[in-house]
């Protein structure tokens, strides 16, 4: 049974920086696809960025070039770093595993269907 921690939301300053950390157990032969995914009140869910299992990264258009996905399979542990942030990305985040197997191409609004999801961390960026 995979369980997902998210570590290291906050409050920060618009244009400031966060880094996100996803500590993974029970997933020792590193086969889930990965992702992050958000939910601000009122609004649906909105998948943010995928990784696969050989390291290949999307994103979705809100959050690329300024949001960074990355993976440390040593440490069984997935990151998101972001940068620029905004008060629009004020939100709890969550990490999502996902059975690699069950997607040939990586949809990033589907992140928020995975299979298995952490608690949620909140970002709350202020103006």
């Known amino acids: 049974q995979v369980q997902l921690v998210e570590i290291g939301g906050g409050s920060v300053q618009s244009g400031g920086s966060l880094r996100l950390s996803c500590v993974v157990t029970?997933?020792?032969?590193?086969?889930?696809?990965m992702g992050w995914f958000r939910q601000a009140p009122g609004k649906e869910a909105e998948g943010l960025a995928a990784?696969?299992?050989?390291?290949?990264?999307s994103y979705a258009e809100s959050v690329k070039g300024r949001f960074t996905i990355s993976r440390d399979n040593t440490k069984s542990t997935m990151y998101l770093q972001m940068n620029d942030l905004t008060p629009e990305d004020t939100a709890m985040y969550y990490c999502?595993?996902?059975?690699?197997?069950?997607?040939?191409?990586?949809?990033?609004?589907?992140?928020?269907?995975?299979?298995?999801r952490g608690q949620g961390t909140q970002v709350t960026v202020s103006s």
């Open positions: 999502a595993a996902d059975f690699q197997d069950y997607h040939t191409v990586v949809v990033i609004r589907t992140i928020p269907l995975f299979t298995y």
């Open positions: 990784i696969d299992t050989d390291d290949t990264a």
């Open positions: 029970g997933n020792s032969d590193n086969t889930y696809l």
